[in-house]
């Protein structure tokens, strides 16, 4: 599923950029006052962009934990055809979940603009090793373990360009996940092998 899910993020981001062109657009914006602790520089706009981290996860916790459609997309993960026996209208899920996805990635899409002043078809080439890092990391197939992956990649990549030359931070994440599948294939959430 990884190998398809890859080929189609390039399908869809090449036949995107030939139809839009392979022009990026840029803009300045102010990033506000910044912040120094030891070697770590924030401005203000990266804790607006930390805050809505923390929002949105939390959100999701909420969504999964609490409610009935959070449920309802948990049973539908786990058995699909059991959740529709149960009387789950399992095809609506799957939709508001496509849609849900949809949102964060709007959500995600939005942040990289704005951290970044500049996008085109293909600025989130340079991610999608530490998005499968972060999803590995934290076990596949698990909500909370992507979010976990996530954070503890995004401190090590982040916290190791503050010591290490920041060109590197794809390798810290490659590394880090080459370590934790050394150590525990079934990722922080996952199974243990």
């Not at 599923?1 to 981001?13: F, Q, R, Y």
Request: hydrophobic content about 55%; charged content about 10%; glycine content about 12%.
């Amino acid at each position: 599923m990884v190998i398809v899910s890859l080929g189609m993020t390039l399908i869809i981001e090449f036949g995107l950029q030939a139809i839009v062109g392979g022009t990026n657009v840029s803009y300045t914006m102010s990033q506000g006052p910044t912040v120094r602790a030891g070697g770590l520089v924030l401005t203000a706009v990266q804790f607006v962009i930390i805050g809505l981290a923390l929002v949105v996860m939390a959100a999701v916790h909420v969504l999964l934990r609490y409610t009935k459609l959070g449920k309802a997309m948990r049973a539908t993960a786990a058995n699909r055809s059991l959740a529709r026996n149960c009387g789950i209208r399992t095809d609506r899920i799957v939709t508001v979940t496509w849609a849900l996805t949809g949102a964060l990635c709007g959500i995600a899409g939005t942040v990289f603009a704005i951290n970044n002043g500049s996008f085109g078809a293909t600025s989130a080439d340079l991610f999608l090793v530490v998005i499968l890092a972060a999803v590995f990391l934290g076990g596949p197939g698990q909500a909370y373990g992507a979010m976990l992956g996530a954070v503890v990649i995004g401190l090590a990549t982040e916290i190791s360009a503050a010591y290490i030359t920041p060109s590197y931070k794809d390798v810290i994440a490659f590394a880090v996940l080459l370590v934790m599948m050394a150590v525990r294939p079934g990722g922080l959430l996952g199974a243990a092998a």
